[in-house]
Every structure is written in C-alpha cells, then in structure tokens.
C-alpha cells in the first residue's frame, strides 16, 4: 500500500522486528515522522501515531521495543532523543525505521545508502510462504552477495521449522 492505515503500519512492525530479530538483531523500532511526538500535529502525525497506540493496545506483549512518532534525526540518535525527550522508550538507536509511506521509505532507503555510507537489506518481501528476494537495478556484486546470503538463511531456517513440525506430527 502506498499510504499504509495505522494498522498496516503496526504489522509492518512487527514483521519487520520479527524479520530482524531472525537475523541475530534486537529490534528497536521507530516510527518516522517530520514531527516529534505530535509536533506538529498533522493528519500524517496522528496516523502514524495510532500505529503506536495500536502496538501498545493489541500487542502488549511485544518482544521488542518501539516508539514513535520521531524524527530520523531522533530515532538515530539516541543520546539526544534521551535528553530532549526523557520518557522515550528506545534503549539505543534505532535499527528498524517505519517509514510513514512507500515514497518516504523509498527516498530515505536511497538516501541512507548513498550518503550515509548505510548498508541497506532490501527491499526484503516479509511474510510469504516462501523468500523473496528484490535486487535493485544497478546492485553491486556484493549486494547480491548479501540478499544470497539472506535468501539462503531463510531457506534454512524454513527447512529447520518444516522438519521440526514434522517430527512433532510423528
């Protein structure tokens, strides 16, 4: 979806704390935004804020942290998300960013690659029966190395849970 509802936006985490979290990671998530914790308060502000209040609603038992509405500027540093806004919830910087929309986490994806000096996994299709990997026009040899390694990892791990399920039936 091109404009996720609040809802979209909460699976989206999810998914995307789960997907990191399988990679070895602790998840910490933020929800980006052009405003701090309502301000401004904009329509976009208040969607992306209801996202939060549906994590804090209907999964309260979340195994990772998330916060939002933010700034990247916020999300990415955490000392001064600390000292300006002390009852942030994020123990470090973030390392899952909800974009607000697919051309906002389009732009900001490219940007953190390129000026950044980011490593960028992705776009990773999260959810499916079966890996799915995207490789971008223009991928160097070592981003097909990585989505290689990921599509391999996923395969394993698929395998793994398959053939656990399996015993448990026998």
Known sequence: TELPTPKELADIAVQSAHAVRQMGFTPRVAFLSHSNFGNPDTEGVTRIA????????FYPACDFEYEGEMTPRMA?????LCRIYPFARLSGPANVLI???LHSGGVA???????????VLGPLLIGLQRPVQILQTGAQGSDIVTLAAVAAYELDRDHRDWAKAAAQET
Request: proline share 4%; glycine share 12%; net charge neutral.
């Open 50 to 57: 209801e996202a939060v209040r549906i994590l804090d609603r």
């Open 76 to 80: 990415l540093n955490h000392e001064r």
């Open 99 to 101: 974009c607000p929309g």
């Open 109 to 119: 994806s490219k940007l953190m690659a390129e000026i950044g000096g980011a490593t």
